[in-house]
Structure formats: structure tokens, C-alpha cells
């Protein structure tokens, strides 16, 4: 994980471990589907954080964005 800014990690941190797997484990990939990211960063968003990195299944670039979260 690479985090881009202090305000993102920030976000991050206040997420329960628990909350944090669940989103790395939840994202969408467009040829695999449902799929986990890997090798994301992490940056700040005026709404959330956005993961951004690659489909553990077929490495194509895929992202997640959280809401909501301060």
C-alpha cells in the first residue's frame, strides 16, 4: 500500500481493520467481477478515499472509491 497523503491515511486509519478488508476484498473488476485490489495507494478525497491499484486475478488497473468517511 502506498499512501499518497497524510490526509488520506488519516481517513483510512479510522476505519476498523475489519471495514478496511472488507473494501480490499470488494472491488470491481471488469473481466473478473468482484476481486481484490493489490498494490493500491491510497488518496484523499473531497468525499472518502479512493483505493486505486491492480485486480489480484488479472492485473488490470481497477479502483475503489469510499465514501463518506472522515
Not at 500500500?1 to 481493520?17: F, G, H, T, V, Y
Not at 478488508?21 to 468525499?47: E, G, L, M, P
Amino acid at each position: 500500500m502506498a499512501i499518497i497523503d497524510m490526509e488520506a491515511a488519516r481517513k483510512w486509519r479510522n476505519l476498523s481493520k475489519e471495514m478496511q478488508q472488507r473494501f480490499i476484498h470488494n472491488v470491481f473488476c471488469s473481466n473478473c467481477k468482484a476481486t481484490t485490489i493489490v498494490d493500491y495507494s491510497i488518496k484523499n478525497q473531497d468525499n472518502g478515499v479512493l483505493l486505486e491499484g491492480k485486480c489480484k486475478t488479472c492485473h488490470q488497473d481497477i479502483a475503489r472509491l469510499i465514501e463518506d468517511i472522515e
